[in-house]
């Protein structure tokens, strides 16, 4: 499969548009129990998973259909995940985080990649003990005309917002840790993020 991460700069709603060529979708809104974080023109985010077979440059093209959207082909790396016991079109429980990251300058785009799985993903699993499920997507490209320059998005979802707020990390010492590793190869100042309600449209497989 190949997943597509699209940036909605209008709002498309809530249901999968009457295409065809998918064979999953989730899409993102921002949470209401949270402040806004987003940039003002960023109303969704979605999640698109394509078979092998299609190509996604023209999926998009074919499927955006003049509407205003921002996308990316990303390599879906998932860390660790939730045990799901609710259906399709029913929000998710609690919030998740959608940070969309730029690499140090210093670094190539494998070594940027590597450091993320490598080095931060273990010191997450020690330092968040509250974070429900933990998957970093890697930008192979951009699909869009005029995308901005993206390295990778990282999906932090939180079981409940008490989470995000005092489960977010382990310890000062271990809040400490996480910080001083992201400056090593994330240009912090360069990303955004979105604190989303999660509602995952037709089941990807796995």
Known sequence: MRKVVEVRHVSFGL??????????????????????TQPDDVHEISFIWLPDDVDPRSWVAETAQGMQVTAYLVDERVQWDYERDWPDHEPSPGVKQLSFVRRLPSLTRDEFAAHWNDVHAPLARVHHPGIWRYVQNVV??????????????????????????????????????????????????????MMATERILTTPPR
Do not use: C, N, Q
């Open 15 to 36: 249901s999968v548009r009457m295409i065809s060529g998918f064979v999953g979708a989730s899409v993102h809104t921002p949470s209401p129990d949270v402040p806004p």
């Open 140 to 193: 192979v490209e951009p699909l869009t005309p005029d995308a901005p320059e993206l390295d990778g998005v990282a999906e932090l979802h939180f079981r409940t917002v008490d989470d995000l707020r005092d489960r977010m990390y382990d310890s000062e010492d271990g809040k400490a840790r996480i910080r001083a590793d992201v400056k090593t190869f994330i240009d912090v100042p360069a990303g955004w993020r």
